[in-house]
């Protein structure tokens, strides 16, 4: 690896940074949950990781260390996205009721 | 072009969806959208894994057994949970996902300097970042669900030498991260930082009180993401900055809010919550004791029913008595009668950043009736009844005055409603620990009750007047 392998990593990491804030800040507090929930889930990605490091693995240590990488990590993707969807099926639009006004 | 590079380039194209997917969040009708793209992008990445991987032919047969059966067992897992789980039990399942995230994240660091001879500082740096903010997070997030959950007494605790030892952990863990870098080959430096780091993510939650964990659970997030984030550096993979990275920084952001919220710095919270003893609570007011208005059911519902306005401000309180859906039928009730119905929700209600939220649409609440603090207090003096459940400090009068412990936290301004009700169970304090002026404010009726109880008796007697 080199140094200029390095210069773009940190180039993606500040870039990343910047991005989700501009993205985040917009998001009003009815949302705060499922979006905690919903980025939850994106970290799931580290699930490619131990799916990487499984791949590479070749002592009994190695396997049980990407075995549990692999649990963790794929919970973390399935449970996080479902769960979100859950959370968010119950913020559908429903029809505002009974707009008239009450007989006095 | 090789699969690597089409691997890589579908990675791009994911990360480009998870920023679309959460950008789509910031409406409610858009939202559900954003996560199926968001999920959907990630199972592209992972099946563009398994090509990558079998491409190669590196992985030996004990390796996709490995890969299959983790990863059959955790999507089991997180299905499971996931379905399962109440509303009201939320936070306390984001909270565990952020630990089993950065354990992830951790363990991949350590299986990477375990395998890796002579690692340059390029993947031992991350490498000891990662491993101490994962095992952190790890840590510190079973805490954190264990005391959400009641496993974990939601009091802080803090034992003897627990502040000494908040001081200690940390200069051994920076020690052991500098062995670590400088002798990646060392296990001693490995194990070491690994335990170091998990003690101290317990370390770092006990002491933090349940009314802080808002924010707590928000930095836990952040937390998750910062080491996914190094994980990325460490197998060089983009695709784990780039949404680590976004999580992290989204974590940061609602940290703030939340710490605004209550007029906390981040670090005064990590430090140690309400109630430790160490914020004394403001000298209640001297003389004889204020005298309070209890009313019943009956008298509350006369006034709901001949309001033409009315505000409900739900607290954790609701949330605790599981009275989300009692409140919806009684709005819907006030609604379906031409009276308008608003529920002011403040930032920190709740156990997680927008969980009162959640808890209301659970109960089929319209969305546009939730108001933010900022949009709600405009409208309390047009308020003819302001319902309050459940919730305490934030609407203590005595923020706006300086001299207490919650002096300057931003309140919902429910004593300029032209009257109030609150229901509460009995004069106990908030978390502040201090006596809320609200309560003895000559306007506020007291309906002492268990809040299920108290907004079911209110259903009924409402239906009275107004069947």
Request: glycine residues 8%; without cysteine.
């Given at each position: 690896?080199?140094?200029?392998?390095?210069?773009?990593?940190?180039?993606?990491?500040?870039?990343?940074?910047?991005?989700?804030?501009?993205?985040?800040?917009?998001?009003?507090?009815?949302?705060?949950?499922?979006?905690?929930?919903?980025?939850?889930?994106?970290?799931?990605?580290?699930?490619?990781?131990?799916m990487l490091i499984a791949a590479e693995s070749d002592t009994w240590l190695g396997y049980g260390l990407a075995f549990v990488a692999m649990v963790f990590g794929a919970t973390n993707v399935v449970g996080g996205y479902v769960v979100t969807d859950r959370m968010l099926e119950m913020f559908k639009a429903k029809p505002p009721t009974g707009k008239e006004v009450r007989p006095s | 072009m090789n699969v690597s590079d089409t691997v890589h380039y579908v990675f791009l194209a994911a990360a480009a969806c998870f920023v679309i997917g959460l950008h789509l969040m910031n409406h409610p009708r858009t939202a559900r959208r954003g996560n199926t793209l968001s999920a959907g992008a990630m199972t592209v990445a992972i099946a563009a894994t398994v090509w990558l991987v079998a491409d190669e032919g590196t992985i030996s047969r004990a390796g996709w057994f490995v890969l299959a059966s983790g990863g059959l067992v955790g999507a089991a897992l997180g299905l499971y949970a996931a379905r399962e789980v109440r509303m009201t039990a939320m936070p306390q399942l984001v909270s565990l996902f952020n630990a089993v995230g950065g354990g992830a994240a951790a363990l991949i660091a350590v299986n990477d300097l375990l395998r890796i001879e002579n690692a340059g500082a390029r993947v031992s740096l991350p490498g000891a970042l990662d491993i101490v903010i994962g095992a952190v997070t790890f840590s510190g997030s079973l805490v954190a669900a264990g005391k959400l959950q009641g496993l974990v007494s939601g009091a802080p605790v803090v034992f003897p030498g627990a502040r000494s030892l908040n001081v200690l952990l940390p200069v051994s863990f920076v020690a052991g991260s500098v062995w670590l870098v400088l002798a990646p080959d060392s296990r001693t430096a490995l194990y070491g930082l690994v335990a170091v780091a998990l003690l101290f993510g317990v370390t770092l939650v006990l002491p933090i009180g349940g009314a802080d964990m808002p924010v707590v659970i928000a930095l836990l997030n952040a937390f998750t993401g910062s080491a996914v984030a190094m994980a990325g550096f460490v197998l060089n993979e983009t695709a784990l900055i780039v949404a680590g990275m976004l999580v992290s920084s989204s974590g940061g952001i609602l940290t703030k809010l939340m710490a605004d919220a209550m007029n906390r710095s981040i670090a005064g919270i990590m430090v140690g919550g309400f109630g430790t003893g160490d914020s004394a609570p403001a000298a209640a007011g001297s003389g004889a004791p204020a005298r309070v208005r209890p009313v019943s059911a009956d008298d509350v519902a006369v006034q709901l029913a001949y309001a033409s306005k009315v505000v409900f401000v739900p607290g954790y309180g609701l949330a605790a008595a599981q009275a989300q859906h009692e409140l919806g039928d009684l709005a819907k009730l006030l609604t379906d009668h031409g009276i308008d119905v608003s529920y002011a929700v403040h930032p920190v209600a709740g156990r997680m950043p927008g969980h009162m939220n959640v808890l209301l649409a659970e109960a089929n609440v319209p969305y546009t009736q939730l108001k933010e603090m900022d949009e709600i207090n405009p409208e309390f003096p047009q308020a003819d009844v302001a319902l309050v459940i459940g919730a305490n400090d934030v609407t203590n009068p005595i923020a706006r005055r300086p001299g207490n412990a919650i002096s300057g936290m931003p309140i919902l301004d429910v004593d300029k409603a032209r009257s109030v009700v609150v229901i509460k169970r009995s004069m106990g304090h908030g978390y502040a620990g201090v006596d809320n002026e609200l309560y003895t404010d000559p306007k506020t009726g007291m309906f002492f009750t268990d809040a299920k109880k108290g907004l079911s008796e209110l259903k009924a007697a409402v239906s009275e007047f107004v069947g």
């Open positions: 690896m080199n140094d200029l392998d390095l210069l773009t990593a940190i180039t993606v990491f500040v870039l990343s940074v910047l991005v989700g804030i501009e993205v985040i800040s917009k998001v009003p507090a009815t949302l705060h949950t499922p979006l905690m929930s919903g980025s939850n889930s994106v970290h799931g990605i580290v699930v490619i990781g131990a | -």
